[in-house]
């Protein structure tokens, strides 16, 4: 069973710019919730989905940040425009459904912004 | 008040060693509780679940939960090398409707390291 696959691993970019990142989820995973994990800190969650509806974004900073999940599989992640401040570990998890016990993680996106 | 917190560390532990992670956690109905592994690089894995006061025990890994004291612990017995990683812990409360599990809460981990 393939695992959540997300890209692209590393991103460098300037203040002010926008950047995306992407997740597909592992196959048949309802629930898909992206993850902001700051240096030294634990992952805080900014979105959760259930299919292509939003469950919970009240951690989402809306001014900058988008989410979305148009057939409730891959997702986007759009930062517009970035800060220092969002430097960090971009995590995407999916699971079964949305009381399921386990949350899988992909790899993650290494955001830096100079 | 942070809802999850942990000791920061590092928590360092001769190989053999014992090694005892704690957490508390500020919401009084928080249901489940995770203890996840994470090494330098690489994303975050589930190694325990806990729901009910008491132990639970895996392998060499022990979770212990307190709810009155809102308190839950990890103790890794025997511990290697390769158990050194940054140990998150993690509270899911139910949701606002109460009918299903909410969002998953992370403390900022404990940094462990296992000498030979």
């Known amino acids: 069973e393939a695992g959540v696959a997300q890209s692209p691993r590393y991103k460098i970019i300037e203040k002010r710019q926008s950047v995306a990142f992407w997740c597909n989820p592992i196959s048949g995973h309802a629930t898909l919730y992206w993850y902001q994990q700051i240096l030294g800190q634990g992952p805080k969650l900014l979105i959760q989905?259930?299919?292509?509806?939003?469950?919970?974004d009240s951690q989402l900073p809306k001014d900058r940040f988008s989410a979305e999940r148009l057939k409730g599989v891959d997702s986007t992640l759009k930062i517009q425009p970035a800060k220092l401040e969002d430097s960090a570990v971009y995590l995407c998890?999916?699971?079964?459904?949305?009381?399921?016990?386990?949350?899988?993680f992909g790899p993650g996106t290494r955001l830096t912004v100079t | 008040q942070k809802e999850v917190e942990q000791n920061s560390g590092p928590l360092s532990v001769p190989e053999g060693a014992i090694a005892s992670l704690n957490c508390t956690y500020s919401?009084?109905?928080?249901?489940?509780f995770f203890w996840y592994r994470q090494y330098s690089g690489k994303s975050p894995e589930l190694i325990m679940s806990?729901?009910?006061?008491g132990d639970k025990e895996d392998g060499r890994f022990t979770a212990q939960l307190n709810k009155a004291s809102q308190y839950v612990s990890l103790l890794i017995r025997d511990s290697q090398p390769s158990d050194s990683a940054t140990y998150l812990c993690?509270?899911?409360?139910?949701?606002?409707?109460?009918?299903?599990?909410?969002?998953?809460?992370f403390g900022q981990g404990t940094i462990l390291t296992v000498h030979p």
């Open positions: 993690a509270v899911k409360n139910r949701d606002a409707g109460g009918t299903s599990y909410g969002k998953l809460t």
């Open positions: 989905f259930q299919n292509n509806g939003v469950v919970d």
């Open positions: 919401d009084r109905v928080s249901q489940s």
């Open positions: 806990i729901y009910s006061n």
């Open positions: 998890a999916s699971s079964l459904f949305k009381g399921a016990v386990e949350q899988y």
